[in-house]
T-cell receptor
């Protein structure tokens, strides 16, 4: 079956612009996670959804970052007024439920802010 | 406040066993040891996890010391496709989130 799908795979934008990154989790997975990974570092947690609600958004770096999951499936990570420091790979993962420890990751969106 | 310590890099010969160590001396009684790996340009992939007993699946074996302060991930017959960054993570089984360190970069040599 299909895995976690992230689009676009690459996004180049200019400083100050708004971007949206999309994640399609595995069908039936109720838990969805966003991570960010800078070069040479491990993934860094941003936010976790259980169903439609954000159960833990403690990793969002500031209020320029926002994520939604209106129907409990697809999620969008939104970044306003992008800065060069936002350049990273943004990874999405899903799991069967919040009680399931096996996360399935997508291949990520490489965001480059010029 | 890293919960685990791993060597930054290792290598092994193709066809040989790869033994990746991890120290987690402050692990709590209700925390599990998880291993994920990340192949270049891909997202992390779950490998295995355990609490205190040794575990084995189709990908690897996990050996946890009796005092639970360290563990070893074993890839019994490493192939070139096992070249990746391997992350050892300690966390509770539910309601917790994966927190990645910098992992061990394993290079499998032909």
């Amino acid at each position: 079956g299909a895995g976690v799908s992230q689009t676009p795979s690459n996004k180049v934008t200019e400083k100050g612009k708004y971007v949206e990154l999309r994640c399609d989790p595995i069908s039936g997975h109720t838990a969805l996670y966003w991570y960010r990974q800078s070069l040479g570092q491990g993934p860094e947690f941003l936010i976790y959804f259980q169903g439609t609600g954000a159960a833990d958004d403690s990793g969002l770096p500031n209020d320029r970052f926002f994520a939604v999951r209106p129907e409990g499936s697809v999620s969008t990570l939104k970044i306003q007024r992008t800065e060069r420091g936002d350049s990273a790979v943004y990874l999405c993962a899903s799991s069967l439920s919040r009680l399931n420890e096996k996360l399935f990751f997508g291949s990520g969106t490489q965001l480059s802010v010029l | 406040d890293a919960k685990t310590t791993q060597p930054p890099s290792m290598d092994c010969a193709e066809g040989r066993a790869a033994n990746l160590p991890c120290n987690h001396s402050t692990i709590s009684g209700n925390e599990y040891v998880y291993w994920y790996r990340q192949i270049h340009s891909q997202g992390p992939q779950y490998i295995i996890h355990g609490l205190k007993n040794n575990e084995t699946n189709e990908m690897a074996s996990l050996i946890i010391t009796e005092d639970r302060k360290s563990s070893t991930l074993i890839l019994p017959h490493a192939t070139l496709r096992d070249t990746a960054v391997y992350y050892c993570i300690v966390m509770k089984s539910s309601g917790d989130k994966l927190t990645f360190g910098t992992g061990t970069r394993l290079a499998v040599r032909p």
